[in-house]
C-alpha cells in the first residue's frame, strides 16, 4: 500500500513535470535565444552574423535610414525558419528576421563604382507570432511583433507603436505576410 502511495507520488510528480514541459515548449520557439521577454520586449539576437543564415540584402541610393549615402540593407534569419519556409511557403511561429543597416562606403573600384558596409547604423528585427500572444503590447500585431534599434543598443527598442512605426512601408507586401520575400533567393521553393 505504501508502495502504491510512493508510487502515485512519483507519478503524479512526472505528469506535472511533464505538463510543465510541454507548457514551456509552446513559447520555446519564439523565446528562442531571449530574443523576446515574457512581456514581449524584443532585443536584436546575439551573434546573428554568424549563427543565422543570409536571406539577402539591399543596395539602397538615397538611404532614408543612413542618410542620403548609399546604404546597404542585410537581411538574416535562423536557418530552421528557411527550412520551414522553402516547405510550407510560409514564416514559422518563432521566425526572427534581422535587418542590419550598414552606412556604406561608396568608391571606385576595379568593378565599377563600388558600395561596401562600413558602420552599422542600425537594426529592425520582426519575430513571427502565429497565436497573437501580446495583445495589450502596441508592439506587437499583424502576425509580428516589430522592433527598430539604435546601432550603439541592441538590447532596447526605440520603437513604441509598430503601427505608427512600421505597418504603413509593409503594407505594398501584405499578401506575402509583410515581408518583402521575393527579394530572398534563398526562400524560393
Ligand atoms: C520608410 C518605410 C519603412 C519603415 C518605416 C519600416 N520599414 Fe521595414 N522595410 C521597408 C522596406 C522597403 C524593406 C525592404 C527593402 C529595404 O530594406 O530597403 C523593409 C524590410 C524590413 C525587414 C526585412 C524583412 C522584409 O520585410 O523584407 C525587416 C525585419 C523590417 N523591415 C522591419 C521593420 C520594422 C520592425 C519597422 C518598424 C520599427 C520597419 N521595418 C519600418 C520599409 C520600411
Redesign the pocket.
Known amino acids: 500500500m505504501r508502495l502504491t502511495i510512493q508510487y502515485l507520488a512519483i507519478l503524479s510528480v512526472a505528469f506535472m513535470a511533464a505538463t510543465w514541459a510541454t507548457l514551456g515548449q509552446s513559447d520555446d520557439a519564439l523565446f528562442a535565444d531571449g530574443v523576446v521577454s515574457d512581456g514581449g520586449d524584443i532585443r536584436v539576437p546575439d551573434n546573428f552574423r554568424t549563427d543565422y543564415a543570409m536571406?539577402g540584402a539591399?543596395s539602397?541610393a538615397g538611404?532614408?535610414d543612413t542618410g542620403s549615402e548609399t546604404g546597404l540593407?542585410v537581411?538574416y534569419s535562423q536557418r530552421s525558419t528557411i527550412d520551414a519556409y522553402r516547405q510550407s511557403g510560409q514564416f514559422p511561429d518563432g521566425a526572427v528576421?534581422?535587418?542590419e543597416l550598414f552606412n556604406g562606403k561608396t568608391e571606385s573600384l576595379t568593378t565599377g563604382e563600388a558600395t561596401s558596409a562600413a558602420s552599422t547604423a542600425g537594426y529592425?528585427?520582426?519575430v513571427k507570432d502565429a497565436e497573437g500572444r501580446f495583445p495589450d503590447n502596441p508592439l506587437w500585431g499583424d502576425g509580428w511583433g516589430?522592433?527598430?534599434f539604435a546601432a550603439d543598443d541592441t538590447q532596447n527598442?526605440t520603437?513604441t507603436d509598430?503601427a505608427a512605426?512600421?505597418l504603413?512601408?509593409?503594407e505594398?507586401?501584405r499578401s506575402s505576410d509583410?515581408?518583402?520575400?521575393y527579394?530572398?533567393p534563398v526562400l524560393a521553393e
Do not use: Q
Open positions: 536571406l539591399w539602397v538611404d532614408v540593407h537581411v528576421i534581422v535587418k529592425f528585427v520582426m516589430w522592433s527598430f527598442t520603437s509598430y512605426d512600421c504603413s512601408c509593409h505594398p507586401v509583410l515581408v518583402y520575400s527579394a530572398y
